[in-house]
Nanobody, 115 residues
Framework: QVQLVESGGGLVQAGGSLRLSCVAS????????MGWYRQAPGKQRELVAT???????NYADSVKGRFDISRDNAKNAVYLQMNSLKPEDTAVYYC?????????WGQGTQVTVSS
């Protein structure tokens, strides 16, 4: 089992920035992909960004150029720097880890962007 603890959500005005953090613990051997998904009210959960152990990244088109994902393998942590936030970025953000073809999810952290 892998446990994920997220932090860093909150309320911010449009154009502002937030940084999300997620730390993995437990059976963390061989974790490859870490990342973030989000789910807005009434919508399906969607990919925001992922990063492999080697540092390869993947972003949703809607956040490219505004969000930056990074990872600290020594700390088993993944971060999401969110800049130029828009009201449509409002959602619950979930940390995601893939280990041995099994997905693990954090409890979610609310990000609210006011206009």
């Amino acid at each position: 089992q892998v446990q994920l603890v997220e932090s860093g959500g909150g309320l911010v005005q449009a154009g502002g920035s937030l940084r999300l953090s997620c730390v993995a613990s437990g059976d963390i051997f061989s974790i490859n992909v870490m990342g973030w998904y989000r789910q807005a009210p009434g919508k399906q959960r969607e990919l925001v960004a992922t990063i492999t152990k080697g540092g390869s990244t993947n972003y949703a088109d809607s956040v490219k150029g505004r969000f930056d994902i990074s990872r600290d393998n020594a700390k088993n942590a993944v971060y999401l720097q969110m800049n130029s936030l828009k009201p449509e970025d409002t959602a619950v953000y979930y940390c995601y880890v893939n280990r041995a073809l099994t997905a693990y999810w954090g409890q979610g952290t609310q990000v609210t962007v006011s206009s």
